[in-house]
């Protein structure tokens, strides 16, 4: 399973750190993906990193402003995010992948095996 931690408010501008842990399986042989999904609209991915060469992809939306990374010891993900804005409130998801590699099409769901149960990100002054 997976289970993220590491949500909460944070004031437009700021920046949080949300992490994901796995158990069960070991992260570190697959992709890891961040998805997140806002009240009323569809899920939306928006950061992968492979797990051979650790290549990132990031969605138009978030580019520049969030980073993805791993720590194999620990068998966890992070997302960094910075310059929050209150379009980026949404519950927060990570997934682990069905392979190695970010597939394409990068955010179809069926490309990852493992979902976290999310986590609140509010960005509100």
């Known amino acids: 399973q997976l289970v993220e931690s590491g949500g909460g408010l944070v004031q437009p501008g700021g920046s949080l750190r949300i992490s994901c842990v796995a158990s069960?399986?070991?992260?570190?042989?697959?992709?890891i993906g961040w998805f997140r999904q806002a009240p009323g609209k569809e899920r939306e991915g928006v950061a992968c990193?492979?797990?051979?060469?650790?290549?990132?992809e990031y969605s138009d939306s978030v580019k520049g402003r969030f980073s993805i990374s791993r720590d194999n010891d620990k068998n966890a993900g992070y997302l960094q995010m910075n310059n929050l804005e209150p379009e980026d409130t949404a519950i927060y998801f990570c997934?682990?992948?069905?392979?190695?590699?970010?597939?394409?099409?990068?955010?179809?769901?069926?490309?990852?095996?493992?979902w976290g149960q999310g986590t609140q990100v509010t960005v509100s002054s």
């Open positions: 990193m492979s797990a051979i060469d650790g290549r990132t």
């Open positions: 997934a682990a992948g069905r392979f190695t590699v970010c597939m394409k099409p990068l955010w179809s769901a069926n490309n990852y095996k493992y």
């Open positions: 069960g399986f070991t992260l570190g042989e697959r992709a």
